[in-house]
């Protein structure tokens, strides 16, 4: 982070409870008949933060209106003018009444949107697909799983969680991280651990002064208690890092129906028209982004599906 | 409304452009029967056919007078629907334009069972979820259907294995079947707005033998199918076969160059584009039509999932064969048979599915 930055060390998160009932399900009803939901809505940077190398959070407002509420787990189409729409995880919600997105640069428009100031208008839609089913893990030994940027949408999950800890028994955050530098929400980890729950960091590739764990997310398993047939996980990161562990909390005896994974996949509508989201008989953004390994493992398991 | 007979097409033509609807039909344009704007009735392709294979369409002459003895145009009504690009906002400055959505009153003349089958396949598509498009639907209701029997099925059809076709069931504001000896249309309407129009036309009863004689023509047309599918089980047998070595056997064939996807008249994917005009200050973003054939279409994180070409054809044979039934309770084949014939090396689907296990 930029010497002098002043950044607020969290948000207060607020999901907002739009709808009664607890599974995962649509998010979004009909739209009115004259809405075009491919047209966004203009959001304006109020605040930008460097997270370490390439990656950045920006919180955004409506420049006009007010923005629909969101669940843990939701995604929204960011766009930036001119150059782009990329499906992004909502990683928080403004206290003002706003996202807050962390984004990393991986390409033109990921580049345009970490390239904005504060001040400047993006584009935002949604938000879509289905969320966290954190009431399922009510009264379980909760077990979060992170790989990479996939801490992002597991933030405002995380937060749930500590809001209101006592509903919970055991909680643990495990995260892996290429190296030292690229770990996001530094602070915030630090931050949950003063609030009873279990932090493990790994790494790929030390530097000289890291003192933590080295190697997969999956070898942090072996380091936090949890009981397999009272756990309900969620799992985010890059596939391989998914689907190893899902599989491994599964071949320690966590129900597959109790991981959830939220996948990642090309999409240009978040509507279920554009069709380049589609894995086997689902679309990604309206059946997804969070499924159960139940229902994933075997989709998952076919090459190039 | 009880059948009709009509004699002449020229006063449906005249009438519907009286209300106000641009007729489009088949008309010949560079040796192959297209859907086109036509004022006359003189502009059909009178004594006309076409013959098509896999990978093969010829336009023949014909030895009588008939206005519609072809198959399936390479254009559908996907394209009335569905245009093939169209412009989704503009962004200048801190306000967001939207174009007016454009829904020219079109009357589609000579649709087929399967194009109307296609048709109802799309509007569960961009009608039947969670999200329907309003500008579809602006279209779809600008549209004037006038179904024409099929009498001479190409050699790519299975509209009867499909259970689509080869006569127009429903979905349609007239139906017509052209009859020769003499040369006439038996004409049922559809639809209300369809028997007012037929109300507005010099018409006369139809007999007994007119109706004989239509049937007649869609019998002989089901026992002419040019393919067959066998749909028994279709949905699980290939959603079972995604690990079949015949994946790799096509995908040495095919080219990956989408003709299938832009002829079929069920494929919806589409794509957008962004631009910036410098001199304006404005962004613009415009949607075409997408193929699953692309390496881009699947593109995440970097990489494309379906790098394959093998990857790519079981996607798109998959999805119209098995997984649109998950998603939208239908089959996405309606067997029209164009992604037989406009397969530039002659992949055809009929046989591709009978291959799989």
Known sequence: MKAGTRQPLAEPDEPCRARAGSSPGPANGPVSDEARPMTPQLYRVRSRRADRVDTVTLRLTPVRGRCPPYRPGQFTMLYAPGVGEVPMSISGWARAGGYVHTI????????????????????VRGPYGTWWDIPAAAGMDVVVAAGGLGLAPLRPLVRELVRHRARYRRISVIAGTRTPTTLVYARELALWRGHGVDVQVTVDHPDHVWKGQVGLVTRLLDRIVFEPRRTFAFVCGPEAMMRATADDLVRRGVAARRVELSLERNMKCGLGWCGHCQLGPLFVCLDGPVLDYERAARLLAVEEL | MEAVVIRSLQPLIAVLRARGFTVAAPKIREKVIRMDEIVSESELPRGHGDEQAPGRYRLRERDDEMLFSFAASPDSAKRYTQPSSRTLFRIRGETVEEPEAEAPRVALLGMRACDLAALAVQDRVFLGGRHPDPDYRKRREALFLVAVNCAVPGGTCFCVSMGTGPKATAGYDLALTELAGPHRFVAEAGSAYGAEILRALPRVPAAQ??????????????????????????????????DSPRWQQVASRCLTCANCTMVCPTCFCTTVEDSTDFAEGAAERIERWDSCFTLGFSEAGGAPVRGSGAARYRQWLTHKFSTWFDQFGTSGCVGCGRCITWCPVGIDVTEELANLP
């Open chain 1, 104 to 123: 990393r640069a991986v390409g033109a428009v990921s580049g345009a949107l970490c390239g904005k100031r504060p001040g400047d208008v993006v584009g």
């Open chain 2, 209 to 242: 033998a007119d109706l004989d004689a239509a049937e007649e023509v869609s019998r002989t047309a089901a026992e002419h199918m040019g393919r067959r599918v066998d749909t028994e089980g279709i949905k699980e047998r290939v959603a079972g076969a995604h």
